[in-house]
């Protein structure tokens, strides 16, 4: 029986906060012991037309959030809720969820759309709520049915299909579904309330149409409905219908062959002269086929082979396309350089050139080239703006024969624009050479638009612009930050930033003290830079540079602890720049302890370092900072057994992390840190592996901690045993059932989800890695330990050799941990070996690859097979 909760719903709205405390206390408590009447009465209230719009509108709320979660462990929760609720009490809560999609309450019908799709989700796929969907079409069947219900069940028939897979349907049901939808679309029959819920339902059901585009009948009817709807009187729909274009594109791009003619035309209309709206959405098609046609060229090169699944629409397109595109770079909007977030036409434009230039590389060059000559001098700004864009567009996909002579010709020209009279040229213009930089700039490969000559005056060039406005600046770091990356492992050019060094750093670190941005871009863009800075610098010629930075930053970071905290807000800031300082930090240590010769700069800081690391912490109390606890990640690498001193205070902060469930990214950072310092303090970490490991099999077990932190706990397994060797002993019957627990767990994962199988790979070579540093710790002493897994272990390599989804780093740690066996275990593996021969195949199979790495990896492993078989 449903209560009546009308007040209580009103009380929770109330301005008076003792009210709405007590309110949302007692729905709380309702909510906790009865849930199925809380679902049930909360249903009533959003079906009752005679209750006020306020506690329907908060009923539908709620009922939403108590069937789905962001959270995927919380949403698994109110999943099982639901599914434990008694059948009869459900099916009176979604009778009544559908009734309420005839409320002339538009609110209400709306929420129940979305209530009845989460219900859906849940049941659908357990084939829980067959008569669903025939009782929404029958909606739809209705001639004298009111619009009002017929545009809130195709909202809900939209949502449905949003919310579940093709698979969870039969055909039938697909193709019912379609043709309500379509149908749905018509002028002549419906408003245009309905043929917009319509249109967008249709957007959310071609996942289902596969057969449907196969067929070409039914093919040619939903594409013309779909177009018909593209010229439709309302902007809105027009949208809409040029979303389901773009979705078709990607999703049935083999079959446009015989609309592209039409499509060209629509999407050109709608370029020219429609709503902004609408005409992003057009330029977004032809981004779209882009995307379909660089995808097939990177997996099947341009050649023959991609054959039927490569229509070159673009390239056939081309002498129409390009105009259009350049037509709406002088498009632009007054402030759009202020706002990160801004997207209008001439962006979606440019970015659509860009990924033109991908897609048919040198033919695009001479029909933009004539665009920027002719406006790149222009006394309108607009012009000269949009002439710059359109080169730094195209500049990825050409060829460097194509490109080298117009940028050779171009980069003088630029760094003399960088001083034009009107900040979107200089903003343009200081982007268009970071693409030069970072697409033209390799000297390591032996080509490079700078050269000794023009060095000089292209950083004197950048090193006054990063002076300008905030946002001209910032884009001017990204060109810096290209230019250094260009450098690394260049060989003999490595060198040629070197002078300049000392100069850059302080200019970026001037940047970095602004204070006349509103926000905190440039000051991020500016460490950022000079992070990269220091990675790329030639040491040992510039380490006395980076010495001397070394206590800049350190200094820095203490000012940090000296500000002034009254708000959240000035906590965050303090949070952020401490983040930025920290990353600098790590940089620094990673810098200095690649060599001998400056390591000893590095550690006579540590001591110093640590207590301002341990002080970042202490600011952000429970919360542990992720990139201090990446420094000191850093720190204990370069420190190696010294780093002993700062554990009995650090220890609190790394258990801390380790306990931070809730911040999933610190708790694997910490994870991570947990090896670094094995590695750097071998048996000196024995005192903390008990508290270590009960946090990570504590870790293991939470069903609460994100899924991506659990394979690395196992790689630190590894890590501590080859730590600890033979004092592993006591953790084996806990880390061993985890580990063929999830080895078994590998065989069940998803394998059609491109996320998940990413995953399966982490976590197999994961599991590899801990076996590899067990198999290792033991090997000196204990070895016997390890025999009873082997079998185990071999089967599990065996699985992993027959699934052709996994990843390089997969192999590697495969065959590695083979070699592991056999090294640590050796006559105890001879019969295991004898059995199974699959290993031969497996080795064979990486002789024939082209990764060095994993040869060398096969060689050494067959030698230690070899040496067992023949004991």
């Not at 006020?52 to 462990?73: C, F, V």
């Not at 003619?261 to 020219?272: C, D, P, R, Y």
């Not at 632009?332 to 990924?355: I, Y």
């Not at 905290?565 to 930090?585: M, P």
């Amino acid at each position: 029986m449903a209560m009546e909760i009308t007040q209580i719903l009103l009380s929770a709205q109330s301005p008076d906060g003792n009210i709405r405390t007590v309110a949302e206390e007692n729905l709380r408590k309702f909510q906790e012991q009865n849930l199925p009447v809380f679902l049930l009465s909360l249903s009533v209230e959003l079906s009752n037309n005679d209750k006020p719009p306020e506690s329907r509108r908060l009923a539908g709320i709620i009922l939403k959030n108590s069937l789905d979660a962001k959270d995927a462990i919380r949403k698994e929760q109110l999943v099982q809720h639901w599914v434990a609720i008694d059948p009869s009490l459900k099916s009176q809560i979604k009778d009544l969820l559908l009734r309420t999609l005839g409320s002339s309450v538009r609110e209400a019908s709306h929420t129940s759309s979305q209530v009845i799709a989460k219900i859906s989700s849940i049941e659908i796929p357990r084939k829980e709520w067959p008569d669903l969907i025939g009782c929404l079409l029958s909606n739809m069947t209705h001639q004298d049915g009111p619009a009002s219900l017929k545009q809130a069940t195709l909202e809900t028939l939209g949502y449905v299909c949003e919310e579940i897979s093709p698979q969870d349907l039969e055909q039938e049901q697909v193709n019912s579904i379609l043709t309500a939808v379509v149908q749905g679309m018509n002028l002549a029959m419906h408003s245009a309330d309905v043929r917009l819920a319509a249109t967008r339902a249709l957007y959310n059901a071609l996942d289902f149409a596969q057969s449907n585009f196969e067929n070409e009948m039914e093919r040619n009817y939903i594409m013309k409905v779909v177009c018909e709807t593209a010229i439709s009187k309302e902007a809105e729909i027009r949208q809409a219908a040029f979303e389901c274009l773009v979705s078709i594109s990607s999703m049935y791009y083999e079959v446009l062959e015989p609309y592209m003619q039409a499509l060209f035309e629509l999407t050109a209309n709608a370029v020219k002269g429609d709503e902004e709206s609408v005409a992003l959405q057009a330029i977004e098609f032809w981004s779209a086929i882009c995307d379909e046609e660089i995808g097939t060229q990177e997996e099947y090169g341009t050649s023959g082979e991609s054959g039927a699944l490569h229509s070159h629409f673009i390239e056939k397109a081309l002498p129409l396309l390009v105009p259009m595109l350049l037509e709406t770079l002088l498009k632009q909007e007054e402030d759009q350089d202020q706002d990160d977030g801004v997207w209008n036409l001439s962006m979606a434009g440019g970015t659509c050139l860009g990924l033109v230039a991908k897609t048919v590389g040198d033919a695009i060059v001479p029909l933009v080239m004539p665009f920027v000559e002719a406006n790149i001098l222009k006394p309108d700004w607009r012009s000269r703006e949009a002439a710059t864009y359109a080169f730094g567009s195209i500049l990825e996909g050409p060829s460097i024969e194509k490109l080298s002579p117009l940028v050779h010709a171009g980069l003088d020209f630029l760094l003399n624009a960088m001083k034009d009279g009107n900040s979107h040229v200089k903003d343009t213009t200081a982007w268009t050479l970071g693409r030069i930089f970072e697409m033209l700039h390799s000297p390591g490969s032996g080509f490079s638009v700078i050269t000794t000559e023009n060095l000089a005056r292209v950083l004197a060039v950048l090193l006054e612009s990063i002076k300008d406005v905030p946002n001209v600046a910032d884009k001017v770091c990204g060109a810096i930050y290209y230019l250094a990356q260009g450098y690394e492992d260049a060989g003999a050019s490595s060198s040629f930033l070197s002078p300049y060094l000392h100069d850059i750093i302080a200019s970026l670190i001037s940047a970095a003290e602004r204070t006349d941005g509103n926000d905190s871009r440039l000051r991020t863009s500016a460490y950022e830079t000079l992070n990269e800075i220091v990675r790329c610098a030639n040491v040992p010629e510039t380490s006395h540079i980076i010495a001397q930075l070394l206590p800049v930053i350190m200094n820095k970071l203490r000012q940090t602890m000296e500000l002034q905290i009254i708000s959240t807000d000035d906590r965050e800031k303090q949070g952020s720049l401490q983040a930025l300082l920290c990353g600098v930090l790590m940089v620094i240590i990673q810098k200095l302890s690649a060599s001998e010769n400056t390591k000893p700069i590095l550690l006579q800081s540590a001591d110093q370092m640590m207590i301002l690391f341990l002080q970042v912490f202490a600011c952000r109390s429970s919360t542990v900072h992720e990139e201090a606890m990446l420094a000191i990640g850093a720190l204990a690498y370069a420190t190696g057994a010294d780093f002993a001193k700062y554990m009995p205070e650090f220890f609190k902060y790394l258990e801390m992390g380790l306990q931070n469930f809730e911040e999933y990214q610190v708790c694997a950072i910490s994870v991570g840190v947990v090896g670094d310092v094995c590695r750097a303090l071998d048996d000196k970490i024995l005192l903390y592996c008990d508290k270590i490991m009960t946090h990570l099999l504590k870790n293991l077990s939470n069903s609460m901690l994100h899924r991506s932190v659990k394979p690395p706990i196992f790689s630190c397994f590894g890590d501590i045993a080859l730590a600890i060797n033979e004092h592993f002993e006591k953790y084996l019957p806990y880390a061993m059932p985890m580990l063929q627990g999830a080895s078994e767990h590998c065989a069940q994962l998803e394998t059609h989800d491109e996320e998940m199988i990413e995953y399966g790979n982490q976590l197999r070579r994961c599991i590899f890695e801990a076996y590899s540093g067990m198999l290792q710790g033991f090997k000196n002493s204990k070895s016997e330990l390890m025999v009873p897994y082997a079998g185990h272990l071999l089967q599990f390599v065996e699985a992993v050799f027959k699934d052709k989804e996994r990843d390089e780093g997969v192999t590697k740690a495969a065959v590695a941990v083979m070699g592991d066996l056999a090294d640590a275990l050796g006559p105890n593996m001879k019969i295991l070996l004898k059995d199974c021969t699959f290993h031969m195949d497996f080795l064979g199979e990486c002789f024939e690859s082209d990764d060095d790495q994993l040869k060398e990896t096969a060689t050494w492993t067959q030698g230690m097979i070899g040496r067992v078989m023949v004991s």
